[in-house]
Each structure stands twice: as structure tokens, then as C-alpha cells.
T-cell receptor, first 114, second 117 residues
Framework: DAKTTQPNSMESNEEEPVHLPCNHS???????IHWYRQLPSQGPEYVIH???SNVNNRMASLAIAEDRKSSTLILHRATLRDAAVYYCILSGSNYGGSQGNLIFGKGTKLSVKP | GAVVSQHPSRVICKSGTSVKIECRSLDFQATTMFWYRQFPKQSLMLMATSNEGSKATYEQGVEKDKFLINHASLTLSTLTVTSAHPEDSSFYIC?????????????FGPGTRLTVL
């Protein structure tokens, strides 16, 4: 499975943008980039995913490097409720059957200061 | 949409007893569900992949006779921890897979905290 590298922790101030980086230099052509987050004592929550183009949804934006070897999750205005562990995960496409296994790394623990 | 529930949310049991955890997809059908385990201050570890109507696929090191998985319908998978011991105390989380385009997105349940005395 392709591996990702994320900083162990990051800090942000409330209402400021947050850029969470992820390196995935061994990504294959069919790997999607998924982001999940986990609040304390809860199951992970889907945030966003993408393949090549940048993606936006109501929660965040995903900026993918042209060579796809890195990506950045962007929270446009951090709130206290965004404090969580953010996981960047590569997952293969499901050609001919699901390859949807997610391998969780240690993620980035985001702290948000009021 | 894409809500997954787990029951119970918390269970305390005596050593040697068996515990059943249910995972339901509430507003969609899921051919594939996954079971994870998370120890304190660690990341999620995939235990097994549960496919409706067939046997589960277990990850290396996970005892299939100890962690029984049944995926009886497209909305329900159960994990039974048999003869539980204190080392089985953990946070168990399930997820259900939804196909969007040519990739799958997993939606997770809220987790079940198991404490074995």
C-alpha cells in the first residue's frame, strides 16, 4: 500500500485558514487521495477525496500537486470544532472490484486556539 | 445521508464472556463493511473486511475464531468478540463502503468502547 507522510501536529488560531500537508511520493496512477478526520472518542468522519484536480466541498478544499506526490487539505476558517486528528490516506480505484481498504497512519493532530 | 450506527456505544463485560457489536447503515445499502480496532493514543487498525453473503476477510494477525463477523444483510454487519479478555479492551469501529464513481468512500460508525474486566 502506498504510504503517506504527515506532520504529527499543527496549531491554528480560530477563524484563520489551516493548510494540512500530506506527502505521498509513491502514489500510483490509480490511487485516490482521501482525507478523514477523527474527533476524540468518535469514529472517523469523511472530509474529502480527489484524484488529480483540486476539489471543494462544504467542509474543505483539497489541493493536489501537479505531480500528485503531495496534497494539502485546506480548512478555510478553522473553528474549535475542527480540532481533530486528520488522516491523509491513499486508496486504489475499484476497477473490477473494491479495493477500498483504508490504511490509517498516525495523522496530524490539529489544535485550534480561541 | 450515509449514516452508520453502532450498538452498543459502550459495553463492560467480564473476562470469558462474549460480546456482540452491531453495525448498521441507516440510509443506504452496503455490500462491504469494515471493522477496525483502535487502542488508546494509536491509529485505527483494520481487522477485517465483511462482505454481504460471504465470509469475512481477516487481516494478518486477527483471529477469525475469536472475532466472528456476520454480514447477514446489506445494512447489517455484526462483530462478536468471543471469550473476551482484558487485552481485547479497545475502541471498535465499523465502516460501510459507498461507491462514488470508480472509488469507494467509507462512512464510519461512532464506535463501541469495550472494556473487559
Amino acid at each position: 500500500d502506498a504510504k503517506t507522510t504527515q506532520p504529527n501536529s499543527m496549531e491554528s488560531n480560530e477563524e484563520e485558514p489551516v493548510h494540512l500537508p500530506c506527502n505521498h511520493s509513491t502514489i500510483s496512477g490509480t490511487d485516490y487521495i482521501h482525507w478523514y478526520r477523527q474527533l476524540p472518542s468518535q469514529g472517523p468522519e469523511y472530509v474529502i477525496h480527489g484524484l488529480t484536480s483540486n476539489v471543494n466541498n462544504r467542509m474543505a478544499s483539497l489541493a493536489i500537486a501537479e505531480d500528485r506526490k503531495s496534497s494539502t487539505l485546506i480548512l478555510h476558517r478553522a473553528t474549535l470544532r475542527d480540532a481533530a486528528v486528520y488522516y491523509c490516506i491513499l486508496s486504489g480505484s475499484n476497477y473490477g472490484g473494491s479495493q477500498g481498504n483504508l490504511i490509517f497512519g498516525k495523522g496530524t493532530k490539529l489544535s485550534v486556539k480561541p | 445521508g450515509a449514516v452508520v450506527s453502532q450498538h452498543p456505544s459502550r459495553v463492560i463485560c467480564k473476562s470469558g464472556t462474549s460480546v456482540k457489536i452491531e453495525c448498521r447503515s441507516l440510509d443506504f445499502q452496503a455490500t462491504t463493511m469494515f471493522w477496525y480496532r483502535q487502542f488508546p493514543k494509536q491509529s485505527l487498525m483494520l481487522m477485517a473486511t465483511s462482505n454481504e453473503g460471504s465470509k469475512a476477510t481477516y487481516e494478518q494477525g486477527v483471529e477469525k475464531d475469536k472475532f466472528l463477523i456476520n454480514h447477514a444483510s446489506l445494512t447489517l454487519s455484526t462483530l462478536t468478540v468471543t471469550s473476551a479478555h482484558p487485552e481485547d479492551s479497545s475502541f471498535y469501529i465499523c465502516s460501510a463502503s459507498v461507491t462514488s464513481g470508480i472509488t469507494d468512500t467509507q462512512y464510519f460508525g461512532p464506535g463501541t468502547r469495550l472494556t473487559v474486566l
